[in-house]
């Protein structure tokens, strides 16, 4: 079973760089069976998905966020991090890291979720 554990900073200063990790046991992250997702949910609002980093490394992004969004991953650690700058505080939100099942075109597994406020 896939397990993903996200970390990072639970407050961050607005116009500064959001910088959150997940690190994945049970699978390796460069299995062709998923892709590794990041997911936010902002206070009363629905999940909203912020793209993706492929088991070759190919990665995308939300058009709305493309501009603000960089995904990466260490091989070497089984992780993979997700940055996203100038952060104002319509980016609060939960954020979440989940596979996307290649067989069933749907997400699998998922962390669970770290709160992360913009504030100063």
């Known amino acids: 079973q896939v397990q993903l554990q996200e970390s990072g900073p639970g407050l961050v200063k607005p116009s500064q760089t959001l910088s959150l990790t997940c690190t994945v046991s049970?699978?390796?992250?460069?299995?062709?069976?998923?892709?590794w997702s990041w997911i936010r949910q902002p206070p009363g609002k629905g999940l909203e998905w912020m793209g993706v980093?492929?088991?070759?490394?190919?990665?995308g992004t939300s058009p709305s966020l493309k501009s603000r969004t960089s995904i990466s991953r260490d091989t070497s650690k089984n992780q993979f991090s997700l940055q996203l700058t100038s952060v104002t505080p319509e980016d609060t939100a939960v954020y979440y890291c989940?596979?996307?099942?290649?067989?069933?075109?749907?997400?699998?597994?998922w962390g669970q979720g770290t709160q992360v406020t913009v504030s100063s």
């Open positions: 989940a596979t996307w099942e290649i067989t069933t075109g749907d997400f699998g597994s």
């Open positions: 049970g699978a390796s992250i460069t299995t062709s069976y998923y892709a």
């Open positions: 980093i492929g088991f070759t490394g190919i990665t």
